[in-house]
């Protein structure tokens, strides 16, 4: 179902440095969002990760009109329940993000406006520091997400460890 060496095909022409930062970001939130079947695929890091009170966005694309956005920042202030949630479980898993408590936090401000049904959100820890989040999305309609589809963020994750370190400067 999913394509790991995808994947590792990307984070080995970072390291090789035959790929800049941004462009290893936009490949991977592509591959993410393809591999995921969602419309919305994205990485974020913790610019503190001691407090991880704030995330600030590397790249999001989006299938919809196969573009990319960075460097939007979300805080604690903003979305408590959801930031608490990402430090007490590094996972959140809303198949329909406007009525789960930890993610209706979002409804008005981003989910509305976006047309965001569903969020997954991975939390990434780099030799046991935190880093950031995947985060995969659904607009076009409520994503039941699996199992399978939590342990490949995981794993890719882990298997991007290095090369998310070394993309990050």
Not at 52 to 79: H, P, Q
Not at 102 to 123: A, H, K
């Amino acid at each position: 179902m999913f394509d790991k060496p995808k994947v590792l095909a990307i984070s080995k022409q970072l390291m090789d440095g035959g790929m800049a930062s941004s462009a290893f970001y936009e490949q991977l939130t592509r591959t993410l969002a393809e591999e995921m079947g969602c419309t919305r695929a994205s990485l974020w890091r913790y610019p503190d990760p001691e407090l991880r009170m704030s995330i600030e966005c590397l790249s999001l694309y989006d299938r919809t009109d196969a573009k990319w956005t960075n460097g939007a920042v979300l805080t604690e202030e903003d979305f408590g329940p959801y930031f608490e949630a990402m430090r007490r479980d590094n996972l959140i898993v809303a198949g329909d993000a406007r009525a789960n408590p930890i993610t209706s936090c979002f409804n008005e401000i981003y989910f509305e406006p976006l047309g965001i049904y569903s969020l997954l959100d991975v939390g990434i820890n780099i030799g046991g520091t935190p880093f950031g989040l995947f985060c995969c999305e659904n607009t076009t309609d409520i994503l039941d997400w699996t199992p399978e589809h939590v342990e490949y963020l995981r794993q890719v994750g882990t298997l991007l460890g290095y090369a998310l370190r070394k993309a990050a400067g």
